[in-house]
């Protein structure tokens, strides 16, 4: 599995309430609310597919279509 580089940037949902900052090193850090680092951890991309592994060994996943990010029912939208 590779890291791939055009899906990097910022990721939130439509109210803002959840920021997920994918990092071109294949780091991740997700914002909730009012927590800046409420989990962070790895993530790899194939295709459109992305699988998250964060810090404390919890696994999740998610696919990009259409330039969305559809994540563990959540649908985030790129941010500059």
Do not use: K
Not at 12 to 31: C, F, H, M, S
């Amino acid at each position: 599995m590779g890291t791939r580089h055009d899906y990097t940037g910022l990721w939130v949902t439509e109210d803002g309430e959840i920021r997920q900052a994918l990092l071109p090193n294949g780091r991740y850090v997700e914002a909730r609310g009012h927590l800046d680092v409420a989990y962070q951890g790895n993530y790899q991309i194939v295709g459109n597919h992305i699988e998250y592994q964060d810090d404390t060994g919890f696994t999740a996943d998610g696919d990009f279509i259409a330039g969305v990010l559809h994540h563990a029912g959540m649908v985030m939208y790129a941010r500059d």
